[in-house]
């Protein structure tokens, strides 16, 4: 692992996925504003069933609200917003200043929106900051293990969410791809039946195609990371 401590891969891998729970979770939601504002949303109630999540929301309005802006919310964009600013402080010396200012724009964007009329629409700079930073983290970054390992956590983040929300198998089986093979390439420890899970769905679904039931693929990619 060279001059890596688990507790700095710890909070790399986390970095990783906290961002790309934002940006994921902020594209779907806005999608969904856009189908609640045409009055054909999905329930919000099948969502969370989707994310797991508890359902403590009084309607569709209220889960837009709460589920994106609620800082007392464990499950809120802006809780793993939080979290993602809180893991790259930590490595500011790491990721360099320069890239941890995309994520504190990222935030402040956040915060923002939440005071903005338009909410959603103003989300958008969010979602924007969050590419500035995976360009500046690229560009900035020469360690190639540390680069990895973030894309392995923003990468298997991607992975959980579509098979979450019922996204392609196409688009599943592209990010899959991508996860197996960063793994193979960073000094993170793997679980043996998470990565052979993978590895197998990744066989099975050269044609294209994924179980109907993807609670297996869920779970290992949850747990694929060992640290």
């Known amino acids: 692992m060279g ?11 986390w970095m990783g996925r906290y961002a790309e729970r934002v940006n994921t979770s902020l594209r779907f939601l806005m999608k969904y ?3 609640l504002i045409d009055g054909h949303p999905m329930d919000h109630r099948e969502i969370c069933e989707r994310l797991t999540v508890p359902d403590i929301y009084t309607g569709n309005d209220d889960f837009v609200d709460r589920f994106v802006f609620d800082e007392n919310n464990p499950d809120s964009i802006y809780t793993a917003a939080d979290r993602m600013l ?24 956040l915060v923002a929106a939440k005071k ?37 956590g923003w990468t298997a983040e991607r992975l959980v969410l579509y098979l979450r929300l019922g996204i392609a198998d196409r688009m599943c089986l592209k990010e899959m791809g991508k996860l197996i093979d960063r793994v193979r390439r960073t000094p ?30 869920i779970h290992a990619a949850e747990e694929l990371v060992e640290i």
């Open 188 to 217: 993170v420890r793997t679980r043996s039946f998470a990565f052979a899970e993978l590895l197998k769905a990744a066989a099975v679904g050269d044609g294209g195609k994924l179980p109907d039931e993807r609670g297996d693929l």
């Open 116 to 152: 903005s009329d338009c909410p959603m629409i103003e989300a958008q700079a969010m979602i924007d900051s969050i590419m500035a930073f995976r360009g500046s983290f690229d560009d900035s970054v020469e360690d190639e293990g540390v680069r990895n390992i973030v894309k392995c």
């Open 86 to 109: 809180g893991n790259g402080m930590m490595l500011r010396e790491t990721i360099s200043s320069g890239t941890l200012s995309y994520l504190q724009m990222a935030f402040n964007d």
């Open 3 to 13: 001059s890596l401590t688990l507790s700095k891969i710890d909070r790399l891998y």
């Open 33 to 35: 504003y856009d189908q």
